[in-house]
């Protein structure tokens, strides 16, 4: 069977259309994994819990939009309830002072943009 050059470079016909909103999600899930181990040492659990759980949305809705096969009404129903995950963590980050903190707060706001874009 022949593989066309998006589905060899793993990007799918689908995946495509969302490009934006992958770039954010991975972006927000890599601060999000930063925040928490720094969290950890420092003693915040409820913080590293929060950006572990935004992360793992994150992580989870990009893999999904990238397979593609998902009505346009699902895609946006799994952006809303990303937005709403990052949102809650941007918040529980905005609690604290440390640059982690602030970077990933900062993260989780564009990737929530992003997601309320759709």
Same mark, same amino acid.
Do not use: F, P
């Given at each position: 069977?022949?593989?066309?050059?998006?589905?060899?470079?793993?990007? #799918?016909?689908?995946?495509?259309?969302?490009?934006?909103?992958?770039? *954010?999600?991975?972006?927000?899930?890599?601060? @999000?994994? $930063?925040?928490?181990? *720094? &969290? !950890?040492?420092?003693?915040? &659990? &409820?913080?590293?819990?929060?950006?572990?759980?935004?992360?793992?949305?994150?992580?989870?809705?990009? #893999?999904?939009?990238?397979?593609?096969?998902? #009505?346009?009404?699902?895609? $946006?129903?799994?952006?809303?309830?990303?937005?709403?995950?990052?949102? #809650?963590?941007?918040?529980? @980050? !905005?609690?604290?002072?440390? &640059?982690?903190?602030?970077?990933?707060?900062?993260?989780?706001?564009?990737? $929530?943009? $992003?997601?309320?874009?759709?």
């Amino acid at each position: 069977m022949h593989e066309s050059h998006t589905e060899a470079s793993g990007e #799918s016909e689908s995946g495509r259309g969302h490009a934006e909103y992958i770039a *954010a999600l991975t972006s927000c899930a890599e601060a @999000c994994r $930063a925040c928490a181990a *720094a &969290d !950890r040492r420092e003693g915040m &659990d &409820d913080c590293a819990a929060s950006c572990e759980s935004c992360a793992e949305v994150c992580e989870t809705t990009a #893999s999904v939009l990238q397979r593609g096969g998902l #009505s346009s009404d699902a895609v $946006a129903a799994l952006l809303a309830a990303c937005a709403a995950v990052c949102r #809650s963590c941007a918040a529980e @980050c !905005r609690k604290h002072d440390a &640059d982690h903190c602030r970077e990933c707060a900062e993260a989780c706001e564009r990737c $929530a943009e $992003a997601c309320e874009r759709a």
